[in-house]
């Protein structure tokens, strides 16, 4: 059904509530059967109403859980006209069908209901996942700019410093040399040679 469908539908059901009040009651728990064949009546009082739309609101009326409890719980077990007059009553049956009705609406809330909760369980799963993920890209962000200030205040007390001082040769300077004299020539070095050490043979007597 489309919206302007349901709207139709809702505009004709407050129009039936307020021509004929004992038999459409605003009244949630005021709802009382109606009787049987009253879309006849109904087409004979109201011949300017669209027909389809109209049993649609019957269909809507009567299948509402209050209606239905009505029809089980209703004192006298009387079904009343448009202008609120018990014309007959709720056979057993039909208190049957309003059981079965009603089991089935339970059901049916029941079933949305639990659809509602594992919706909102995941939608509170999804709802963590992006505070946690939302959490991270912050934390990394900061990170970055945290490692980027501590570059900066490096740079910073690196310029402050100055440039760094001139290394001085620890060796003294050697003389500077004679004019005219030849370049000096480096100094050779020295080579000790380890004197070999002679053991003589051990044993008595004279070797000659």
């Known amino acids: 059904?489309?919206?302007?469908?349901?709207?139709?539908?809702?505009?004709l059901h407050a129009l039936l509530?307020?021509?004929f009040p004992r038999a459409f009651p605003k009244d949630y728990?005021?709802?009382?059967?109606?009787?049987?064949?009253i879309y006849a009546d109904l087409l004979q009082r109201l011949p300017e109403a669209d027909p389809v739309l109209l049993r649609?609101?019957?269909?809507?009326?009567?299948?509402?859980?209050?209606?239905l409890l009505a029809l089980l719980?209703?004192?006298?077990?009387?079904?009343y006209d448009l202008d609120g007059q018990p014309v007959d009553t709720v056979?057993?049956?039909?208190r049957a069908a309003a059981a079965r009705l009603l089991?089935?609406?339970?059901?049916?809330?029941?079933?949305?209901?639990?659809?509602?909760?594992?919706?909102?369980?995941?939608?509170?799963?999804?709802r963590k996942q992006r505070a946690e993920e939302q959490r991270r890209r912050e934390e990394k962000a900061r990170r970055k700019a945290e490692h980027a200030r501590r570059l900066q205040e490096a740079a910073a007390r690196k310029a402050a410093r100055g440039p760094p001082a001139v290394s001085r040769d620890p060796r003294p300077a050697p003389?500077?040399?004679?004019?005219g004299a030849p370049p000096a020539q480096p100094r050779p070095s020295v080579a000790f040679k380890k004197k070999r050490r002679i053991i003589p043979p051990t044993g008595g007597g004279n070797p000659d």
């Open 17 to 19: 509530m307020d021509r």
């Open 103 to 126: 089991e089935a609406s339970r059901q049916r809330q029941q079933a949305k209901a639990e659809q509602l909760r594992t919706h909102q369980v995941r939608e509170e799963a999804r």
């Open 29 to 37: 728990d005021a709802l009382r059967p109606l009787k049987t064949g």
């Open 91 to 94: 056979t057993d049956a039909e």
């Open 56 to 67: 649609r609101v019957l269909a809507n009326h009567t299948r509402r859980d209050g209606y």
């Open 175 to 179: 003389y500077p040399a004679t004019p």
């Open 1 to 11: 059904m489309s919206k302007r469908d349901k709207r139709a539908v809702n505009a």
């Open 73 to 79: 719980h209703q004192r006298g077990d009387r079904r």
